[in-house]
């Protein structure tokens, strides 16, 4: 099938050590995850003055979403003696992981209105293994397996009916017939076989994924079946996102192999120096467990209770610790760099409540990991624009909506679910979903009652602009009338809930890796007291997030002055092409 389908990211040798030159202090850590990732690290006296007057850092993490969570605890876990404080503007931890348990009369289901479910690929889906083994909840997770329906049965929605994507499961012949037979896929077949051809791009610096995908293929494979994927995972324009950011081996494998098909045959893959160093970590680990194993070997793995889950038990740790302080309804208003007895260091007013705290409106921290969203950050920094480059990063609304059917045989396929492509005829879609998830095949387990789960998801980059959107009642009959016209389901739901996420999903548009390799300069005059971590910046899914926390909490450990969270966007870590036994 098509070369860009089966793309994807791989690890390298390990990095270049920190310099000789430095002078360093070991600082303690325990073993985490089986590997001391941070063990015998060095944190540089020169970067961190404060040791040499046995004052412990003090960390401000601003955000308590999973990110901000993980941020926490990694720091409790490896830096035990320094002081942490957790910000949270909202009264409840998660972010947008957020699992509610519904009552349906004899029992209850799980809706989910965040992600549902993760994928444990390498590296960063094994990062939050290690994670989940860190934390005791091997035994409260719930595998799919490649040889589930919802593994291989994936649908997009067109023109009018539900079209199974080629893949694992299907019969050559059933591939082949559905090929020639479907208009979802005209002219597929030779726009793969002529790509090769195609020249490479000239002297740009990154273009769309429509216009990508429109140049090396064709326009209505980029409509009809890539703008479906990204609607299922950015909610996004694919004429808008950034291919450089999103789909970087496609990029790199255009002028490294001179075409993605010829990338893919030859084994072309992307190396990350900071890759290599979890590979050289995993390398010395001691071996995982059976069920870290088989989660490993599975489609997608979840928890009993629902994503949240892991937000739950990473609050309940913070809690236990007696270094880390937690501030819910606690919102930071302003953040500023200075200079304390000739010390860098942060200082930030936070109100609670609509009061300020403490009383003089001030607190002062040695280092700041700011996990909320780009343009927040940029809102809180002073001087006021200081860093306006991270204001540019938009993000979409999107609508959730859980329904519950008493009846398990509800509806006419079993899978995944399916998506809904950009080029749908509006009467087809008028509601402007983006894909419905068939939670009972997806999630199986969680519930305590038989029946069918789904979830519509509405809105996205086709909602850009709005000042208003549907209320809840709206959205549960805009949802109720998709399946109704694509699955013939008619029937009144048992239970119902609706959630309206704003702003819940950055969009790296195009030229994203360079605003944030400039963002990068910007932060380096913070002396490394501010770092980001989170989707704002390299990743919008929960392992994307689970891994920047890892990796900024390293950063902090090695000490360097210049690390700022966005080290991966620049030459010196920037993900470098190799070819297979080259």
């Given amino acids: 099938m098509l070369a860009w389908v089966s793309a994807q990211r791989t690890s390298a040798s390990a990095s270049k050590a920190l310099t000789k030159r430095r002078r360093h202090q070991l600082v303690y850590s325990r073993p985490v995850n089986g590997h001391d990732f941070l063990h015998q690290r060095a944190l540089a006296t020169r970067d961190l003055p404060f040791q040499s007057h046995q004052v412990y850092p003090n960390f401000a993490v601003l955000g308590g979403g999973i990110t901000g969570l993980a941020s926490a605890y990694y720091l409790a876990q490896q830096l035990p003696k320094a002081r942490i404080t957790l910000f949270e503007g909202s009264p409840r931890l998660g972010g947008w992981l957020h699992s509610k348990q519904i009552d349906v009369g004899t029992g209850s289901v799980v809706f989910e209105q965040g992600p549902r479910t993760l994928r444990p690929s390498r590296p960063n889906g094994w990062v939050t293994l290690d994670l989940v083994r ?67 791009r000239g002297n740009i610096d990154d273009e769309s994924i429509g216009s990508f995908i429109s140049r090396r293929y064709k326009p209505i494979l980029a409509d009809n079946i890539v703008s479906a994927g990204i609607h299922g995972i950015y909610a996004g324009d694919i004429y808008q996102l950034s291919v ?10 255009e002028t490294a192999a001179r075409s993605v098909t010829a990338g893919v045959a030859g084994g072309w893959s992307l190396h990350s120096p900071q890759d290599a160093v979890l590979e050289a970590e995993w390398a010395k680990a001691i071996p995982a467990s059976d069920t870290i194993k088989a989660i490993k070997n599975s489609s997608v793995f979840t928890f009993k209770k629902g994503i949240g ?23 930071v208003d302003e953040l500023q760099l200075e200079q304390m007895n000739g010390v860098p260091s942060m200082t930030l007013v936070a109100r ?4 300020s705290f403490p009383q003089s409106g001030q607190e002062t921290f040695t280092h700041v990991i700011s996990t909320v969203s780009s343009k927040t950050l940029d809102s809180i920094v002073r001087p006021k624009s200081s860093l306006s480059i991270l204001s540019q990063t938009p993000s979409v609304t999107v609508m959730v909506v859980n329904l519950y059917y008493s009846n398990p045989s509800i509806l006419p396929a079993r899978g ?39 979830t519509v998801m509405l809105g996205g980059h086709w909602w850009d602009g709005w000042v208003a959107y549907p209320d809840e009642e709206q959205g549960a009959r805009m949802a109720k009338a998709i399946l109704k016209r694509h699955l013939g389901v008619a029937e009144e739901p048992r239970a119902v809930h609706v959630g309206l996420q704003k702003e819940c999903i950055p969009q790296y548009t195009v030229g994203h890796h360079f605003r944030m390799t400039q963002a990068h300069e910007v932060l380096k005059k913070f002396n490394g007291r501010l770092r980001v971590a989170g989707n704002s910046y390299n990743g919008v899914g929960l392992n994307d997030c689970v891994r920047s926390a890892r990796d900024v909490v390293m950063g902090l450990a090695e000490g360097w002055n210049e690390k700022t969270g966005l080290e991966g966007f620049t030459k010196e870590y920037a993900p470098i092409m190799r070819q297979k036994n080259g």
């Fill in 134 to 200: 860190d934390l005791a909840l091997e035994d409260q997770v719930l595998m799919t397996s490649k040889e589930s329906v919802a593994a291989q049965n994936r649908f997009i929605y067109f023109p009018d009916h539900l079209v199974r994507l080629p893949g694992p499961g299907s019969s050559i012949w059933n591939i082949v017939y559905s090929i020639f037979t479907e208009s979802l896929f005209k002219n597929m077949l030779s726009a793969s076989l002529t790509e090769i051809t195609k020249p490479v």
């Fill in 244 to 253: 450089r950011s999103i789909m970087p081996f496609l990029w790199a494998a």
């Fill in 352 to 355: 609670s409540d609509g009061e």
């Fill in 309 to 331: 889950q892991l937000a739950d038990r990473l609050e309940a740790k913070l809690r236990e610790s007696a270094n880390v302080t937690i501030r819910l309804k606690t919102r």
């Fill in 416 to 454: 995944f679910g399916y998506l809904l492509p950009r080029s749908l005829a509006f009467d087809q879609n008028p509601e402007r979903a983006l894909g419905v998830v068939f939670d009972s095949d997806a999630t199986i387990g969680q519930d305590e009652m038989p029946g069918t789960k789904v």
